[in-house]
């Protein structure tokens, strides 16, 4: 077999009916009956089926065949057929195979697992089905969004994952130490993000951000991705208006390009069928819900999981919640100018029980009213130094806001749990692999 005799990926076969082609891939499961046996191939871009006649090939053609183990990796040849039965309709009758790999015996067999037994192997889980529509379905989501921005004059600016500060509270901040100092993993990028708008106008920053969340639940990881915009010259709401389209804009395209990968998760479509505008209610309003509902909560705390489920479930779309109180929010939040005991901010509350995907707020501006809260929150000022800066030079109404990558996700696949959809988990209790 010349390796590259029209090589194909399984995805590309219905163009290749009645052609002699080559396909590079993995054993995913065989089964043999008397003469005949079949091959599931899968390439990452699909699976296929090949069928082995053992009077259509050599003697050895048909060994090689029949001893191949689940994931041993393999080179095939044959001719592609239009057929109902093979999964993507179109199966392969095999002329010829070539082993890269004869796998060992894999501990992965198809059958049920135990979720703390594929986590341990999540390096070899991700080759199932079910996860690689997850994943292909991130890489999706993950480029709609950046067209979205970059499409409305965004530019992406990165920055740091080592900071000596505190964005999001002190209680969550993930310790490490630089060449002696102490140091922390960022949990957001805005503070820089801050300063970046001021200097290109709209900008956004895309990376991983560190929480160490003492609690373990389906919404949290100890390392997420956020997509956090910052626009100069924005209100909260013109903040609100931006979140809204982009969530449109990524919601819509899943629904009319990747069909076929909700499909594959069994996600049914119809709760994510849905038109703007987005209801949006304030933080008083949330409280009387929660009341009714029977929910303990106090003015000023803020929400947990079963709070912003209970909210999130009398709507049938997303539901930004505004105008928290202050004392619940973090340092940098404009306060309302009607009403100063809360600020400009907003949660963007998911329907179906995933909580909230968005945070953001209209960030203060002045730099007395900064300083004094940076202060008020215990703070260490030096540190802030930099930041107070962009309040002294040429400082004007900025917003912006965090989108969380898993949580959006599981939304939109419809998830149990936020583990399943970033590659490698950073669980509490989980680091490996
Ligand atoms: O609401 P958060 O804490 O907001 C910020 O970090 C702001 N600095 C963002 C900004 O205005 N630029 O986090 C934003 C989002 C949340 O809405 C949630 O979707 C996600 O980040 N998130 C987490 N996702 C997974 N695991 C965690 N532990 C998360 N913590 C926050
Ligand atoms: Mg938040």
């Known amino acids: 077999m010349t390796e590259r005799e029209n090589l194909v990926t399984v995805d590309e076969m219905p163009q290749h009916e009645g052609q002699e082609v080559t396909i590079r891939g993995w054993l995913y499961n065989s089964r043999s009956g008397g003469s005949i046996a079949f091959l599931l191939i899968r390439d990452g871009t699909g699976i296929v089926q090949a069928v082995v006649a053992e009077d259509d090939v050599s003697a050895e053609v048909w ?16 001719l592609v057929n239009e057929d109902p039965r093979s999964p993507g309709g179109y199966e392969l009758h095999l002329r010829d195979v070539q082993t890269v790999q004869l796998a060992e015996e894999y501990p992965l067999a198809l059958k049920e697992h135990g979720v703390d037994f594929l986590l341990d192997n999540r390096h070899l889980w991700l080759r199932t089905p079910r996860q690689v529509a997850i994943l292909r379905l991130r890489d999706f989501i993950m480029a709609r969004l950046e067209e979205f921005l970059r499409d409305r004059g965004f530019s992406r600016v990165d920055t740091p994952i080592l900071t000596p500060n505190a964005c999001e509270g002190t209680t969550t901040l993930f310790e490490t130490e630089y060449f002696g100092d102490p140091a922390y993993l960022t949990q957001s990028g805005q503070l820089y993000s801050e300063a970046t708008c001021a200097a290109l106008g709209k900008v956004y920053c895309f990376s991983p951000a560190f929480r160490a969340e003492k ?14 915009p910052e626009m100069a010259f924005f209100t909260h709401e013109d903040n609100l208006d931006l979140q809204e389209k982009m969530i449109d804009y990524v919601i819509t395209q899943v629904l009319q390009k990747k069909g076929e990968l909700l499909e594959e998760l069994d996600r049914d479509k119809d709760p994510l069928t849905f038109e703007r505008p987005y209801p949006r209610i304030t933080y008083d309003e949330a409280v009387d819900i929660l009341h009714e509902e029977g929910l303990s909560i106090q003015w000023g705390d803020d929400f ?4 912003e489920t209970a909210i999130a479930e009398r709507f049938d779309r997303p539901v930004f919640v505004e105008r928290f109180p202050a004392e619940c929010k973090a340092f940098y939040m404009e306060p309302d100018p009607q009403r100063p005991e809360v600020v400009l901010a907003a949660d963007l509350l998911a329907p179906e029980g995933y909580g909230e995907i968005i945070g953001g707020s209209q960030r203060i501006d002045d730099y007395d009213l900064l300083l004094e809260k940076i202060r008020e ?35 939109i696949a419809g998830l149990d749990h936020l583990r399943e959809a970033i590659p490698f988990p950073r669980l509490l209790n989980r680091m490996r692999p």
């Open 377 to 411: 929150f215990g703070l260490p000022e030096e540190e802030f130094d930099w930041y107070l800066d962009l309040r002294r030079y040429g400082s004007v109404p900025h917003s912006g806001f965090g989108l969380g990558i898993e949580r959006l996700i599981s939304w």
């Open 63 to 78: 060994e090689t065949a029949q001893n191949l183990t689940q994931e041993s990796s393999v080179i095939v040849a044959g």
């Open 304 to 307: 947990g999981a079963p709070h």
């Open 215 to 228: 609690s373990s639940t389906r919404r949290h990881l100890i390392e997420f991705w956020m997509l956090e």
